[in-house]
């Protein structure tokens, strides 16, 4: 099982943009997904998450900007960031609890993409 994100980059304060995670691999079932970041010195921090009946989390500093969406059908997690701030400059990282068959749920993480908001 693999995680791929795709998505990030360089965008003005105030801008969007839009990350993308894929699963592939054998798959029985895929739990929570989420979407965390790390900025330099920091330490890794939720973002938010979706649970697989859609039930949303969000971390106070991204609400109401950040919307995170997945698709069962397609094993895909998207985050769509608006009025992005230099402080959500980070490296992005996706994430889900995956249950592969005959084995127990594991946790998988993306290779993470870099978000970088110019003030």
């Known amino acids: 099982v693999q995680l791929q994100a795709s998505g990030g980059g360089l965008v003005r304060a105030g801008g969007s943009l839009r990350l993308s995670c894929k699963a592939s691999?054998?798959?029985?079932?895929?739990?929570?997904m989420a979407w965390y970041r790390q900025a330099p010195g920091k330490q890794r921090e939720l973002v938010a998450s979706?649970?697989?009946?859609?039930?949303?989390i969000y971390s106070d500093s991204v609400k109401g900007r950040f919307t995170i969406a997945r698709d069962n059908s397609l094993y895909t997690v998207d985050l769509a960031m608006n009025a992005l701030k230099p402080e959500d400059t980070a490296v992005y990282y996706c994430?889900?609890?995956?249950?592969?068959?005959?084995?127990?749920?594991?946790?998988?993480w993306g290779q993470g993409t870099q978000v970088t908001v110019s003030s």
């Open positions: 691999g054998i798959i029985w079932r895929i739990d929570d």
């Open positions: 994430y889900a609890r995956i249950l592969s068959f005959g084995t127990d749920p594991g946790d998988y």
């Open positions: 979706v649970t697989s009946r859609d039930r949303t």
